[in-house]
T-cell receptor, first 115, second 116 residues
Framework: SQTIHQWPATLVQPVGSPLSLECTVE??????LYWYRQAAGRGLQLLFYSVGIGQISSEVPQNLSASRPQDRQFILSSKKLLLSDSGFYLCAWSDLGSPSGNTIYFGEGSWLTVV | AQKITQTQPGMFVQEKEAVTLDCTYDTSDPSYGLFWYKQPSSGEMIFLIYQGSYDQQNATEGRYSLNFQKARKSANLVISASQLGDSAMYFC?????????????FGAGTTVTVRA
């Protein structure tokens, strides 16, 4: 069965420091991968999505970047964090070729607090 | 423009009763998908139910059913026989895009609190 993991689960970082959140998917190949951000008590905002290795689409201009160095690995990064980057970050995957092709499944999430 | 609208920020429901969560959407694409997710306080997003735009029947998954009214562009979630564990935030989402290039847009969410 397919599984998705992201880490770290919780992160407290000072303003101006770098960020790296990692997400990996197991049990599937060539999935679509997504990074969403959720501000406190709000809905989810799509940040990046990828349909293949090295293919990244950015949805909103921001202080963040994403990379997909391997088929099932998706990384969210920042060179210098801002206070406004605080939030709950969720990685997700989907696979049109699987029985659940229409569904997007989420990881456990990463809580980021920038201080 | 807002593509997914959830007008109920919060709702209370008595245990064992049914509750309906409203969702309306906006798209000009004839092919789309509608989803509901549950987010408990732990933060994980749990997939509940899916409805395709061409599906003739309303989707059901256990105690969850989706009241799909295509002409009105609404996709309300009905939770029957509410349980205390149903207390969570619920998000309606719509799949956009074609082929392998697609993504989900989310509504603002509805917080459900089940009372004993």
């Amino acid at each position: 069965s397919q599984t998705i993991h992201q880490w770290p689960a919780t992160l407290v970082q000072p303003v101006g420091s770098p960020l790296s959140l990692e997400c990996t998917v197991e049990g599937t190949s060539n999935p679509n991968l997504y990074w969403y951000r959720q501000a406190a008590g709000r809905g989810l905002q799509l940040l990046f999505y990828s349909v293949g290795i090295g293919q990244i689409s950015s949805e909103v201009p921001q202080n963040l970047s994403a990379s997909r160095p391997q088929d099932r690995q998706f990384i969210l990064s920042s060179k210098k964090l801002l206070l406004s980057d605080s939030g709950f970050y969720l990685c997700a995957w989907s696979d049109l070729g699987s029985p659940s092709g229409n569904t997007i499944y989420f990881g456990e999430g990463s809580w980021l607090t920038v201080v | 423009a807002q593509k997914i609208t959830q007008t109920q920020p919060g709702m209370f429901v008595q245990e064992k009763e049914a509750v309906t969560l409203d969702c309306t959407y906006d798209t000009s694409d004839p092919s789309y998908g509608l989803f509901w997710y549950k987010q408990p306080s732990s933060g994980e997003m749990i997939f509940l139910i899916y409805q395709g735009s061409y599906d003739q029947q309303n989707a059901t998954e256990g105690r969850y059913s989706l009241n799909f009214q295509k002409a009105r562009k609404s996709a309300n979630l009905v939770i029957s026989a509410s349980q205390l564990g149903d207390s969570a935030m619920y998000f309606c989402a719509m799949r956009e895009g074609h082929g392998n290039d697609y993504k989900l847009s989310f509504g603002a969410g509805t917080t459900v609190t089940v009372r004993a």
